[in-house]
């Protein structure tokens, strides 16, 4: 299709609220099926190849950007907002939306007050994350991602919007030193949060634990001694794996190259002195003879180092 016509296709079709971001969507995925049969890939090296199809081209993408920056009316910003998170489950299109300046666009509606909106916002951003040049300019949000995720209401669509947002901003080790001055809000959110809440911040916290430039910084943060039920046998198995691979991690960068490498004390009330407590060493011992036979693996690899 044509790119002005088809541009304002784009817009005339957010205008009129037809659910264009949807249209658009499968507009896409139609298109795709005659491409190489691609989808969207794994790793931030992959997508930044850019030797995927195109879906919206780039007239197109930019036509979306000038409405979302030019609109106030919410409905149409939710839109452009869906139908550019969409498109940038592409690779090619995450290049172009940032090259065209639309990261900064994007970003600054995660400043809405309207909480669909900042969430929508999340979400583009999410999506546009899994590209290593794009990290870099949305890197400057996750201050202010984490305030929003630690002082937005628990377990809201926002906060989980958040919190999946600094996970992927956090699969390499290049920015999660900016998250050191918010571990114990996020440890805070682990403990009081629901399920999903508590399985997403330990997908962020298992990442950070992976990185011996975190560790000290985790294992000094002051964490309520319930963080320690978090071992009970009864503890659903996709939180109880996460929290038992987050120790592991640790431990492991805690005595790389078998001598610690982190020196202690760590204050009364740390991560460390609830890890490395008494009572965390009979909750081990009585996970060894946990049902699930992952939990016994995993604990078996974290008993030794004792
Ligand atoms: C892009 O990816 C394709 C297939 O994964 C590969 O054949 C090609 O060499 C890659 N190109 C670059 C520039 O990395
Ligand atoms: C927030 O945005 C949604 C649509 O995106 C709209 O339906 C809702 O009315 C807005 N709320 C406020 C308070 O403006
Ligand atoms: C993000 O991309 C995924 C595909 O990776 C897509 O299913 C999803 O709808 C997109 N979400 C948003 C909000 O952009
Ligand atoms: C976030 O990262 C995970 C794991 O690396 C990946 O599976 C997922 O697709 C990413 N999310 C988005 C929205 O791209
Ligand atoms: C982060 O966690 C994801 C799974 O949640 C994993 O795929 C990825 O390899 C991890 N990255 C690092 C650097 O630990």
């Given at each position: 299709m044509g790119g002005a016509r088809a541009a304002g296709w784009v817009a005339a079709g957010l205008l009129?609220?037809?659910?264009a971001g949807f249209c658009l969507y499968r507009l896409a995925r139609g298109r795709r099926r005659g491409g190489h049969g691609l989808r969207s890939s794994r790793s931030a090296e992959d997508l930044t190849n850019g030797s995927y199809d195109d879906i919206l081209n780039s007239q197109q993408l930019q036509k979306l950007l000038y409405l979302l920056e030019s609109t106030e009316d919410p409905i149409i910003t939710e839109r452009a907002l869906v139908t550019l998170g969409n498109s940038a489950a592409f690779s090619t299109n995450q290049a172009i939306i940032r090259e065209l300046g639309g990261?900064?666009?994007v970003g600054n509606k995660i400043n809405s007050p309207n909480q669909s909106i900042k969430e929508k916002a999340l979400n583009a951003l999410n999506n546009?994350?899994?590209n290593v040049?794009?990290?870099?300019?949305?890197?400057?949000?996750?201050?202010?991602?984490?305030?929003?995720?630690?002082?937005g209401p628990l377990d809201s669509a926002v906060q989980?919007?958040?919190?999946?947002?600094?996970t992927n901003m956090t699969v390499t080790n290049e920015h999660q030193h900016m998250l050191n001055s918010f571990l114990a809000d996020l440890f805070h959110v682990l403990l009081t949060g629901s399920g999903t809440t508590?399985?997403?911040v330990l997908k962020l916290l298992v990442n950070l634990s992976e990185n011996p430039a975190m560790t000290e910084g985790l294992l000094s943060v002051q964490v309520d001694s319930s963080f320690l039920s978090l071992?009970?046998?009864?503890?659903?198995?996709?939180?109880l794996l996460r929290v038992l691979t987050l120790f592991q991690n640790i431990n492991n960068c805690l005595r790389v190259g078998g001598h610690a490498a982190v020196q202690p004390p760590f204050p009364e009330g740390s991560l460390f002195s609830l890890l490395y407590g008494e009572e965390c060493v009979q909750k081990m011992r009585?996970?060894?003879?946990?049902?699930?036979?992952?939990?016994?693996e995993k604990v078996a690899t974290i008993i030794p180092n004792f």
């Open positions: 009129l609220g037809a659910g990261i900064p666009i546009l994350s899994v040049e794009n990290q870099m300019k949305i890197k400057v949000y996750i201050g202010q991602v984490c305030e929003d995720v630690l002082s989980l919007a958040g919190l999946r947002l600094l508590k399985v997403q071992f009970d046998g009864h503890v659903p198995q996709e939180i009585a996970l060894v003879c946990h049902d699930d036979m992952d939990v016994r």
